[in-house]
């Protein structure tokens, strides 16, 4: 994980931009109105890679009952 020194401006994208990373070898979501890179840490999500590749390029909802990323 990078941590970036305080006061650093994150890049801004278009969900247009987010929606064109929705591959298993190039996954992105949008959660809670910031951009994850979700790639490398697709293997090891409790729901399993399928899950993550479902919701890539979206912006996923999470069911308060067991936090697992779904269609929105």
């Not at 070898?25 to 697709?42: G, N, Q």
Request: net charge negative; proline share 8%.
């Amino acid at each position: 994980m990078q941590v970036l020194p305080e006061n650093t401006e994150l890049p801004a994208y278009t969900r247009e931009e987010v929606a064109r990373h929705n591959t298993p070898e190039d996954l992105w979501c949008i959660i809670d109105d910031r951009v994850y890179d979700l790639t490398r840490f697709a293997k090891l999500h409790p729901g399993g890679k399928a899950a993550l590749v479902d919701v890539a390029g979206q912006v996923p909802t999470r069911t308060p009952a067991c936090s697992v990323l779904t269609r929105a």
